[in-house]
């Protein structure tokens, strides 16, 4: 930790009390309304940015700030419109924290447990959406918001936490829930396009979804702010190297 503050200078760094975070469970839920409970608690901001330390930007901090200032008051949240997604929210997923943390004996019984309850249920016909099947909505996962947006999401803090309770991967679809049942709605940047939307871009077609060098001259045409994933150090250097040359 230390030595993550010696490399901000120029900023304030916030560091918040650590939870265990487990992927697709909603941990992750609870982790972005921590961050966010801090974040607006401590000031109040233009916008709030939800990155991964995998998302890498392509311009630089003035380019970026100058996006923002040009758009104030749009919401960069994208929303995937396909149907297919409701499985998540449908069934109760027991354990599912373990599905990439199974390491041990006791785990391992779990996890096979839990999918054996998931076969059950749709066996049996549950479904946690039969009174509001239309209801929610999936879209990206990160996303930059308004501050009045953030306090929304703050607001109903209990229903997100509720909905994505015994889910999976539920972040894509709580918050852009309430979005889409909101007034704020409207400001969307794009609600057709998703990843435009978020201004952001990232690949499928790498089997661990990471760009690679000879993807740098694509990503710094595309005109998005941010790109998603990244594992080599070299390409991130070499992109760093050519905003600074076009700036």
Same mark, same amino acid.
């Given at each position: 930790?230390?030595?993550?503050?010696?490399?901000?200078?120029?900023?304030?760094?916030?560091?918040?009390?650590?939870?265990?975070?487990? #992927?697709?469970?909603?941990?992750?839920?609870?982790?972005?309304?921590?961050?966010?409970?801090?974040?607006?608690?401590?000031?109040t901001y233009?916008?709030?940015?939800?990155?991964?330390?995998?998302?890498?930007?392509?311009?630089?901090?003035?380019?970026?700030?100058?996006?923002?200032?040009?758009?104030?008051?749009?919401?960069?949240?994208?929303?995937?419109h396909?149907?297919g $997604?409701?499985n !998540?929210?449908?069934y109760?997923? $027991? #354990?599912?924290?373990?599905?990439?943390?199974?390491?041990?004996?006791?785990?391992?019984?779990?996890?096979h447990?839990?999918?054996?309850l998931?076969?059950?249920?749709?066996?049996?016909?549950?479904?946690?959406?039969?009174?509001?099947? *239309?209801?929610?909505?999936?879209?990206?996962?990160?996303?930059?918001?308004?501050?009045?947006?953030?306090?929304? $999401?703050?607001?109903?803090?209990?229903?997100? @936490?509720?909905?994505?309770?015994?889910s999976?991967?539920?972040?894509?679809?709580?918050?852009?829930t309430?979005l889409?049942? *909101?007034?704020?709605?409207?400001?969307?940047?794009?609600?057709?396009?998703?990843?435009?939307?978020? @201004? !952001?871009?990232?690949? #499928?077609?790498d089997?661990?979804?990471?760009?690679?060098?000879?993807?740098?001259p694509?990503?710094?045409? *595309?005109? !998005?702010?941010?790109? !998603?994933?990244?594992?080599?150090?070299?390409? @991130?250097? *070499?992109?760093?190297?050519?905003?600074? @040359?076009?700036?």
């Open positions: 930790m230390d030595e993550l503050k010696k490399c901000v200078q120029k900023s304030r760094l916030i560091i918040i009390p650590s939870i265990p975070v487990y #992927w697709g469970h909603s941990s992750q839920t609870q982790c972005v309304l921590n961050l966010l409970e801090k974040a607006a608690n401590y000031d233009d916008y709030y940015h939800l990155l991964v330390g995998v998302e890498f930007p392509l311009k630089t901090q003035d380019r970026i700030h100058q996006f923002f200032a040009e758009n104030r008051g749009k919401e960069f949240i994208g929303f995937d396909r149907q $997604f409701e !998540r929210i449908k109760y997923y $027991f #354990w599912k924290k373990y599905s990439r943390d199974c390491d041990t004996l006791w785990k391992k019984m779990l996890l447990t839990g999918r054996a998931l076969k059950l249920q749709k066996i049996v016909g549950v479904n946690r959406l039969k009174h509001e099947p *239309s209801y929610y909505h999936k879209g990206y996962a990160n996303w930059s918001i308004t501050d009045g947006l953030a306090r929304l $999401f703050l607001e109903h803090s209990r229903e997100i @936490m509720k909905a994505c309770r015994w999976y991967c539920a972040d894509e679809v709580c918050f852009h309430i889409y049942h *909101s007034v704020f709605f409207n400001n969307v940047y794009d609600p057709v396009d998703e990843y435009h939307s978020v @201004m !952001r871009i990232t690949t #499928w077609q089997a661990k979804n990471q760009f690679h060098p000879e993807d740098i694509m990503l710094l045409k *595309s005109g !998005r702010l941010f790109a !998603r994933k990244f594992d080599d150090e070299k390409a @991130m250097d *070499s992109i760093t190297t050519l905003i600074r @040359m076009r700036e």
